[in-house]
């Protein structure tokens, strides 16, 4: 659904609300404009004599209870319109977040996570602003210069009332033809801001490289050029919505001026009373922040609605891998896998990444896929979850073409742990048990202990409670392998996928590991890629990727027999244990 027709339906379901927090600011501000009246009849009073102290103490409890009055209504307006703008805030960021959920891994190759999250952050904002603050003051600047020309109409000069109101007249028209420039200027700091975020994402990831490399200075120039790019687009916005918002408050200058002119000749000339005339200008007065805050208000409207055209792009973007027209629901997994791919290639590669990979695994078997850095391996297992897609009728769960299979389903199945072991920043238990709300401590604990990771996470400060990320405790690259492992192992999933997972933990770690992967993965089928090949070697089949294709393959003893690739890479790395052993 499109932003546009989410805020729609928002408006539409929440109608009766609006109305009420409309309604609210309306009667505020009919309320409002009996202060100038009030206080005109007062000063006709006054004029003639007529007051005794204790009309005096009348009026000034009636200004006091038509202040409170209005106060309350106003107040009831603003906090309904704020919190119905802040509901609509949150559903289109729920909306966002789930959009961006199901759209592929290749969307987000081409996407900048700075400029996504711009998205998230400022133009939702821009559009709740405009949803709760700006509707109110338009609503409260409109009615209140209704309420005060049918005060004035009635109760002081027609004549006086047009007259003076013309300058305000070209209020509109200026919008009109200034209103576009401001909405350039709006989306070229947004684009800026966005690149911005980039660039600081790009230094703070890389800085360990920037400082080995003493690459600082550049970095500091690169982020200078931006931050003036951003200083230079940012000052033409202030300069045009400046001129905007200028312009109000002088043409309500120059009404004044006629208010005073033509009012006090009126008066002068006894057409008015001295009450009406002390009345009208305090509708004047009053009217001049109403109508600065319209020019402030089309400003905001316009901004949101560049924000709305933004988010409308991205939530309209199709996810490119979906459910088949009629997926099949998998119920009990076997884990059988039968690979026949003659060919896969991304949509953006040259030639293909993996060609002529055939095996066929039965449930509970171990493949292992070693080969060179970008030989293909992570490719071949991101094909099963279908991270990529496959070409339809090349592999098969349990004997269905995975694309035929619902997308939630085959996913489920798999419990994959990716190169990095990536963690979010929550508690070290909710990280193991990410993906099963259910888990209980014990079974957090003994996944943990498979995965070798329950000793380092009993040592951090508030043990499996500890929070990991910006302001928690930071974890080695072996420790956050194996507390990603650890999720792995919770995962009641029939098949396995290590990607390069045990890279970062020692030799040792790792065959304990190994271990206790033979007795999870009993019944488990399970893939694992590795550039240290004790990783593999308990494997029923171990595939030997180069260029995208399998050179060798067969058990460990059968390759080391074969004394090709594998077998000379396992001796050279057997060597080099030794050496530092
Ligand atoms: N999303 C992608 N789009 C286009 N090409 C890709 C994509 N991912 C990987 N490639 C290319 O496909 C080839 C195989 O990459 P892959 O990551 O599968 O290799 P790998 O064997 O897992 O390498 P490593 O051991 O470094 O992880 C490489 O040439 C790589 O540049």
């Known amino acids: 659904m499109s932003a546009k027709t989410l805020m729609r339906q928002f408006l539409s379901e929440n109608k009766w609300a609006y109305a009420i927090s409309i309604l609210a600011i309306i009667i505020s501000n009919f309320i409002n404009v009996q202060f100038p009246h009030i206080l005109g009849r007062f000063t006709n ?108 109409f009635t109760t002081v000069s027609m004549k006086l009332t047009v007259v003076s109101m013309i300058p305000l007249l070209f209020i509109p028209l200026f919008i009109v033809w200034f209103g576009p ?25 890389s800085i360990r490289l920037i400082k080995a490399t003493a690459n600082e200075d550049v970095e500091t120039e690169r982020f200078r050029a931006k931050v003036d790019h951003i200083v230079h687009q940012q000052l033409t916005l202030f ?22 002119l033509y009012g006090g000749y009126l008066t002068l000339s006894h057409q008015i009373q001295l009450g009406a005339f002390v009345a009208f200008t305090l509708y004047i007065g009053q009217l001049v922040q109403p109508l600065q805050q319209i020019g402030f208000v089309i400003n ?7 924000s709305l055209t933004r988010l409308q792009v991205l939530l309209d973007e199709r996810p490119s891998i979906t459910d088949s027209a009629h997926p099949i629901e998998l119920g009990y997994v076997r884990g059988e896998i039968e690979v026949n791919l003659p060919s896969f290639q991304y949509a953006d590669g040259q030639v293909p990444a993996l ?8 449930p509970g078997q171990t493949l292992g896929i070693v080969g060179r850095t970008g030989s293909g391996k992570t ?88 929070v990991i990320g910006e302001r928690g405790v930071t974890l080695s690259g072996g420790q ?39 007795k999870v993965r009993q019944h488990k089928t399970t893939l694992i890629i590795a550039h240290r090949l004790s990783a593999v070697r308990h494997a029923d089949l171990i595939l030997v990727l180069e260029n995208g294709e399998i050179v060798e393959r067969g058990t460990h003893d059968e390759l080391i027999r074969l004394d090709g690739v594998y077998a000379k890479t396992y001796h050279m790395q057997q060597q080099g244990e030794a050496l530092r052993a």
Request: net charge negative.
């Open 45 to 152: 009073a006054l004029e003639a004599h007529r007051l005794n102290l204790r009309d005096v103490l009348v009026y000034a409890i009636l200004l006091f209870v038509v202040g409170v009055v209005y106060v309350q209504f106003y107040a009831i307006g603003q906090y309904r319109n704020g919190k119905l703008g802040r509901e609509f805030e949150y559903l289109l960021r729920r909306r966002l977040f789930a959009h961006w959920e199901v759209l592929s891994t290749e969307y987000f190759r081409h996407k900048s996570i700075g400029d996504l999250l711009n998205h998230a952050m400022n133009d939702i904002r821009q559009v709740r602003e405009a949803l709760s603050g700006g509707l109110n003051i338009l609503t409260n600047a409109v009615f209140l210069l209704l309420a005060t020309l049918i005060m004035t």
């Open 181 to 205: 420039q401001i909405r350039t200027s709006s989306r070229k700091v947004q684009e800026a801001l966005s690149d911005m975020s980039d660039l600081t994402e790009e230094s703070l990831s």
């Open 239 to 260: 300069r045009r919505s400046a001129t905007f918002q200028a312009f109000i408050p002088t043409m309500s200058s120059i009404s004044f001026a006629i208010a005073l």
């Open 300 to 306: 905001n409207f316009q901004r949101a609605s560049a």
């Open 355 to 362: 060609r002529n990979i055939r095996f066929h695994l039965m």
């Open 379 to 466: 490719t071949l297992v991101n094909l099963l979850p279908r991270i990529f897609d496959p070409p339809a009728g090349t592999i098969f769960l349990d004997g269905h073409d995975i694309r035929d299979i619902r997308l939630e389903a085959l996913r489920q199945s798999i419990a994959y742990v990716p190169q990095d072991g990536f963690l979010f920043s929550t508690s070290v238990g909710e990280n193991i048990s990410f993906g099963d709300a259910n888990a209980s401590r014990e079974q957090i604990e003994e996944a943990a202990r498979a995965a070798q990771v329950y000793d380092d996470i009993a040592s951090f400060p508030d043990g499996f409670d500890t």
């Open 480 to 518: 956050r392998q194996r507390t990603a492992i650890a999720r792995a192992f919770l995962k009641s999933s029939p098949i396995l996928i290590l990607d390069d997972s045990l890279s970062a933990v020692d030799m040792k770690t790792e065959k304990r590991i190994i271990e206790e992967l033979e």
